[in-house]
């Protein structure tokens, strides 16, 4: 399974972008997909997070102004990312958890994509 992210870039304060990450190979399902993202020197944080029915989460920071999404039947996730502020710039990385590719009931997990950076200027 690969995960391969896209959409990152540099934008304005108050610019949006949005992200996608596609997984590929032989996939069934994919129970969770998230974005996380990372500044230089400091932890990978979690950003967002969709199950596969579609249950989400959002950190404090980013709530009312990111919003993840997914297209199950492609195997992709997005990240819509709106108002955004130079304390967003960061790599973002996608994340997928519990994926099954064939054998019944085994689930594999700790699949990243190579992250793409997104820098927000004043």
């Known amino acids: 399974v690969q995960l391969q992210a896209s959409g990152g870039g540099l934008v304005q304060a108050g610019g949006s972008l949005r992200l996608s990450c596609s997984a590929s190979?032989?996939?069934?399902?994919?129970?969770?997909m998230s974005w996380y993202r990372q500044t230089p020197g400091g932890e990978r944080e979690l950003v967002a997070t969709?199950?596969?029915?579609?249950?989400?989460d959002h950190v404090d920071s980013v709530k009312g102004r990111f919003t993840i999404s997914r297209d199950n039947a492609k195997n992709t996730v997005f990240l819509q990312m709106n108002s955004l502020k130079p304390e967003d710039t960061a790599v973002y990385y996608c994340n997928a958890e519990g994926v099954r590719r064939g054998l019944p009931q085994k689930f594999e997990y700790g699949f990243w994509g190579q992250g793409t950076q997104v820098t927000v200027q004043e």
């Open positions: 190979g032989r996939i069934l399902y994919i129970d969770v």
């Open positions: 969709q199950t596969f029915d579609g249950t989400s």
